[in-house]
């Protein structure tokens, strides 16, 4: 529980504490009415277009060089970033979830090699980087950035994780090499010529980030970095009308707590150890 508090950031679903019943406990986290990312990506009428796009990849980044970069020199390895592990707010921003696989690691890790297993349930095959696929109990940050490229293959590609892409992906690993980039090119085609111009920066970080080398991949810093200059790039007025077209075609569930039954933090015995 001090491991999820420790992630305090608006990129990252706010923990507030645990609660205990008879034979159950609970975990109280914030709300995030938007779904997954996953739902995003499947829902073929909701429109993502370059800078809906661009806006969404910036924030998990935000998150991600966030985690890795805790006060006191601590670094948050997240373990199982995919879409479905990325919530989002009523204002379609992006924040992290899911934290069962999230570990405490020193700043400066070094990969190990040990016999490969996949007992690991934290482990989401289409998305571990090839030295998680070795060795499921390594926790590096790198591993976090391979995943977020993979991500970032899922948003430009409109395609998530099923049976065909996880073993075609599993395949390229072993031969080392990037995600297929056929959709992403069909999407460019379609574009004018800015959008063109977000979508192959985009590609480039995410094959950056796809490295087979860990030590080759860019730390998250500096992918949030590169992401937020080529958002500042584009017109604000742009990015909020595409971001409203997309949450037109978007059903959110918004509890009203005059329609619902809800229970205050204040009565609740919440424990935060």
């Given at each position: 529980m001090q491991l999820l508090q420790k992630a305090a950031n608006e990129h990252v679903v706010q923990t507030f504490g645990r609660i205990r019943w008879s034979n159950y406990m609970?975990?109280?986290?914030?709300?995030?009415?938007?779904?997954?990312?996953?739902?995003?990506?499947?829902?073929r009428t909701v429109p993502l277009t370059p800078s809906v796009i661009l806006r969404m990849i910036?924030?998990?980044?935000?998150?991600?060089?966030?985690?890795?970069?805790l006060p006191e020199k601590v670094c948050m390895v997240h373990g199982d970033i995919k879409p479905e592990n990325v919530l989002l707010t009523k204002e379609f921003r992006c924040k992290l979830a899911n934290f069962g696989s999230a570990r405490m690691v020193a700043m400066a890790s070094t990969p190990t090699t040990e016999a490969p297993t996949r007992k690991d349930p934290g482990m989401t095959l289409a998305y571990a980087a090839p030295e998680k696929l070795k060795n499921p109990n390594l926790k590096i940050k790198e591993q976090d950035t391979l995943s977020f490229g993979i991500v970032l293959h899922a948003l430009l590609a409109r395609q998530t994780s099923n049976t065909t892409f996880q073993v075609v992906y599993l395949v390229s690993v072993k031969k080392s090499n990037r995600p297929d980039t056929c959709k992403i090119d069909e999407f460019r085609n379609s574009l004018n010529f800015n959008d063109k111009q977000i979508i192959t920066s985009l590609e480039l970080i995410m094959t950056q980030c796809c490295h087979q080398d860990p030590e080759q991949r860019p730390t998250m810093v500096e992918v949030r970095d590169h992401l937020l200059e080529i958002l500042?790039?584009?017109d604000t007025a742009d990015v909020l009308n595409e971001v409203t077209g997309a949450l037109k075609q978007l059903s959110i569930n918004v509890i009203d707590p005059k329609k619902h039954q809800c229970l205050p933090l204040s009565q609740l015995r919440l424990a935060t150890g």
């Open positions: 609970g975990i109280i986290m914030e709300y995030l009415p938007g779904g997954s990312l996953r739902r995003i990506i499947s829902k910036y924030d998990i980044a935000a998150g991600l060089a966030y985690m890795h970069n500042n790039d584009q």
